[in-house]
């Protein structure tokens, strides 16, 4: 895998690369050198904080959507033991565009659910880059009952950029299975935890985001709408997405403030992608603490919670009569 | 959120109708007499074209009696978007409606009922936090009184200018079907055009009976970004109440002036 690196991105790399080159020819002990590596790595700790502390939201959306970040086939090999996969809706046909399963984690069986975009180009085609057909929310549906009739939580990894917008996908009730599936998660009686770890788009993410807990990972976003889209709209101009990103409000510290999620899982340094390992400790982690208490509320507890949280979304204005 | 949907509505009205004396018919261009047209419930008699009506006009042509549900609640400006404000006021204008729906509860023959109909002169009849959290309290209100829910859908989804406000709005009122369903309650969407994106993507799909009117445009996205994506032409009819019919999606297709008669056995069904 070569990575491929964003513009803001690649100042940083130098650097690294540079230290790292130094490190290698002349060694730590060098007093000639270790004057210099301090001064380097000085150097490289301010533009990383630079960089990092003020990304704007699209370059928050290009990471979000960078083509080495993890995917959930990444992280179920890194956060899960015994992982079985289950195909297919019964209905129609299997949707690798989302994965689903069983596993555990800790010791403790979950149903996991996940959008999956693939990695190489032969793979991409093969989960259509993420786009789930409505055979995709059906078997995540599915998988999410039999989750619930024996009484396992469910853990979910959004990460796509939308629900794929076809013929096929039409003719098989695009709308309908997002709404039964947002619907059926509104009242499942198991804990749901849901992670978005990428790009948040749409309706495409709400058809498996609807749960108890919704975090969101630092650099990742969730969008009514794809930037490009709206600039489409607002500006006949897809190629301004950068200022629709920013009028759009996707960033996870925004979705905070709109009370729209429930908290940020924090990213390794630059990124999810910079380091696999990290990023799955941390998930897991957060995991473990979520699954930790939602396992003792009692279920009715549970959904009647779930659904007031939703009920709550949303900012208008009183007025008088 | 779906896009816009102008371009790919086929054929489109380009108007309400107006107060003048004489309509142009946007399907088959006879010179139509309004008062006429206004006694056939605005469909042309010549080609059988649907024209657009207000909420105001649903609820006349479905129920007997109806009391508008005040919410006092109006749009607001949370993320600040570029010309929502202006937007909203032209909305108001346009329409005469305070957002995109309005609800209330209703007499239909002898039955009471909650109803809200989205008006698609308002902005779309998108979906933000004010049409949401409106559905929700009437949903709210239909469990709670235990009288069926009705809903006539118009919209083009999600408004953009709310962002993930919008989104969630999804969320929150598909949450309050499903209790609506817990309550045996009963709910009949009726869906006419257009209705797509994340309108038809919750709520508007969630009936126990979902019926449409002829040929209107239902769907998830928009007819053009499934073009542009897919690079291809789309067959005829695409998208129409015909196709979601024949692949299992509706109930059934009624005509508009078969609307109420529909409805009312629907609801002897239910109550009796």
Not at chain 1, 35 to 45: A, I, N, P, R, V
Not at chain 2, 140 to 167: C, D, T, W, Y
Not at chain 2, 238 to 258: M, N, T, W
Request: aromatic share 8%.
């Amino acid at each position: 895998m070569s990575p491929i690196w964003l513009e803001f991105e690649r100042p940083i790399i130098e650097l690294e690369r540079k230290i790292e080159e130094l490190h290698i020819i002349t060694g730590e002990d060098n007093l000639q050198t270790k004057e210099k590596l301090t001064e380097l790595k000085t150097e490289l700790t301010k533009l990383k904080e630079d960089t990092y502390s003020n990304l704007t939201p699209w370059q928050r959306v290009q990471l979000a959507r960078h083509p080495d970040r993890p995917y959930t086939s990444d992280y179920i090999k890194l956060i899960f033991d015994d992982f079985l996969e289950l195909h297919g809706d019964r209905h129609f046909r299997d949707d690798p565009a989302i994965i689903t399963g069983i596993g555990k984690i800790n010791g403790k069986s979950v149903v996991l659910i996940g959008s999956e975009k693939g990695r190489k180009t032969k793979d991409r085609i093969y989960h259509n880059f993420g786009m789930a057909h409505p055979e995709g929310y059906r078997k995540a549906l599915r998988v999410m009952k039999l989750g619930e009739k024996f009484n396992k939580p469910i853990i979910i990894f959004i990460d796509t950029s939308a629900a794929y917008p076809g013929i096929g996908a039409e003719e098989r009730g695009q709308a309908q299975a997002i709404a039964e599936n947002i619907k059926a998660m509104s009242t499942l009686k198991v804990p749901i935890l849901i992670m978005i770890t990428g790009e948040g788009g749409s309706g495409g993410a709400l058809g498996i985001g609807v749960g108890d807990v919704v975090l969101v990972q630092e650099y990742a976003f969730y969008s009514v709408i794809p930037p490009e889209a709206c600039a489409a709209i607002l500006w006949k101009d897809a190629s301004r997405a950068p200022e629709a990103a920013k009028s759009l409000k996707l960033t996870s510290k925004k979705l905070l403030e709109f009370k729209v999620i429930d908290g940020i899982i924090e990213e390794p340094d630059g990124g999810t992608h910079r380091d696999f390992k990290k990023a799955a400790t941390i998930l897991k982690e957060t995991i473990l603490k979520h699954l930790n208490y939602l396992s003792d509320i009692p279920t009715n507890v549970l959904v009647e919670k779930r659904i007031e949280k939703f009920a709550n979304m949303g900012i208008y204005k009183k007025i008088k009569s | 959120m779906w896009f816009k949907t102008k371009k790919g509505i086929k054929p489109a009205p380009k108007r309400e109708v107006p107060n003048g004396l004489w309509l142009k018919c946007n399907g088959c261009g006879e010179i139509l007499y309004n008062k006429e047209l206004a006694k056939n419930l605005w469909i042309c008699e010549k080609c059988n074209y649907y024209f657009r009506i207000s909420s105001k006009k649903y609820i006349e042509i479905l129920t007997d009696e109806f009391t508008l549900k005040e919410d006092l609640i109006e749009s607001d400006d949370p993320l600040e978007f570029k010309d929502y404000t202006e937007k909203l006021k032209s909305g108001k204008e346009r329409s005469g409606a305070k957002d995109a729906i309005i609800t209330g509860e209703a007499k239909i023959g002898k039955h009471r009922v909650a109803i809200g109909a989205m008006e698609f002169k308002f902005m779309g009849g998108s979906m933000g936090s004010v049409v949401g959290e409106k559905i929700k309290r009437i949903i709210n209100l239909a469990e709670k009184e235990h009288i069926p829910f009705i809903l006539v859908g118009a919209s083009g989804g999600a408004r953009m200018q709310e962002g993930i406000l919008s989104l969630m709005q999804m969320a929150k009122t598909s949450g309050a079907l499903a209790r609506l369903g817990e309550a045996k309650v009963p709910y009949i969407s009726i869906l006419t055009n257009p209705t797509t994106g994340g309108v038809m993507a919750s709520y508007a799909s969630l009936g126990d009976i979902v019926i449409a009117e002829p040929n209107a445009l239902l769907g998830f996205a928009g007819p053009r970004v499934i073009k542009q994506t897919i690079k291809q032409d789309l067959p005829e009819g695409f998208q129409r109440s015909e196709f979601l019919l024949e692949h299992g999606f509706l109930d059934a297709i009624v005509e508009r002036k078969e609307l109420k008669t529909t409805l009312i056995k629907i609801l002897d069904f239910f109550n009796s």
